[in-house]
């Protein structure tokens, strides 16, 4: 008689893990969607143009594609550095963000009052009018109609930061007589002028010189 009643405990110990099995709920959604900003982060933009906000995309492992909502606020009118957060949530109430530093610089326009020291410090000025302008994909490229007083000297610099830039590396053919010229350097960018400054190294011909351009409106 006993192990009888064993066996029917047994039993009834395994049909309630069966049955608690069985109605066990799925495992809950805790995975966040992912955020990825389109485009230039950080995005450069002309003071005084309009922003148009690239937006970002979201994805999530269960819902598959999110919207991602878009606060902040860019005043082109000032200089400065503007945050953009995105947001996208899952229909858990997972929630991921990612956020766009949006940089408003003034450096488009003619700078009338360019000083080129050849070799830099000590050596010859000329002055020159040279056209910049901030190419329009966010990049933070910027295009010169010509470099170191060079007719078609066509060069172009990058800005890392609100007061900073680099001069890349690159070979423009330019100059009288012409010649294949080699710049790279770096500078800065000043909104109280406006001015911007750039220190760079010029090779022509396996000689190099270093020189300043400082430009002013």
Known sequence: MKKQILSIGAFALLSLALVTSGCKKEDADTTAPSVAVVGSNPYYIQKGTTWSDPGATATDDVDGSLAASASGTVTTSTVGGYTVTYTATDAAGNVDTKTRTVNVVDVDGYFATAVDVSPFPGGTVSTYNETMHLV??????????????????????????????????????????????????????????????????????????????????
Request: hydrophobic share 25%; charged share 10%; net charge negative.
């Open 136 to 217: 329009t994909d966010g990049s933070g490229k910027v295009n010169l109609t010509k470099f170191g007083d060079y007719v078609s000297g066509s060069v172009y610099f990058n800005l890392t930061g609100l007061s900073t830039l680099s001069v890349p590396s690159q070979t423009v053919t330019c100059g009288s007589p012409s010649a294949s010229r080699m710049f790279s350097g770096s500078g800065t960018l000043s909104s109280s002028a406006p001015q911007v400054t750039i220190t760079f190294d010029e090779t022509t011909g396996g000689t190099t010189i270093h020189s300043q351009d400082a430009y002013t409106r």
